[in-house]
């Protein structure tokens, strides 16, 4: 194997556990949204309900993570689409730490989708 792909996989794996620990700290947030809730169990049909109920897309948790993280952090292209459809500015709130939605994504899709 040559080192640029021994370096590279280092690299994922170090992105990897830094995605994990994060999801595990977005699962257990002291203020919890019902829509952030629907999102974080990848339940879809709540998600589409919330959302035809006009539930906000911006209110964040205590950590200002709003509907938009934790989709984007759970990989959930199906939410992150249906977001999209109701209003594309609210992925460029940062949160507390100053991340965007897209410095959570967990794949190559999620980041197309976010730009």
């Known amino acids: 194997m040559s080192m640029f792909v021994k370096s590279f996989s280092k690299m994922e794996e170090i992105q990897m556990r830094k995605r994990n620990r994060l999801e595990r700290r977005i699962q257990m947030p002291l203020s919890i949204q019902p829509l952030h809730k629907a999102i974080l169990s990848r339940n879809f049909p709540t998600v589409d309900l919330l959302l035809s ?3 906000l897309t911006d209110v964040a948790d205590n950590d200002g993570r709003t509907p938009w993280h934790v989709a ?15 209003s594309r500015g609210v992925a460029m709130v940062k ?12 794949s190559e899709e999620i980041v197309v989708i976010l730009q």
């Open 53 to 55: 109920y006009d539930a």
């Open 72 to 86: 984007a952090c759970v990989g959930d292209v199906n939410i992150l689409r249906k977001l999209l459809q109701i």
């Open 95 to 106: 949160d507390k730490h100053g991340r965007l939605p897209v410095d959570l994504a967990n």
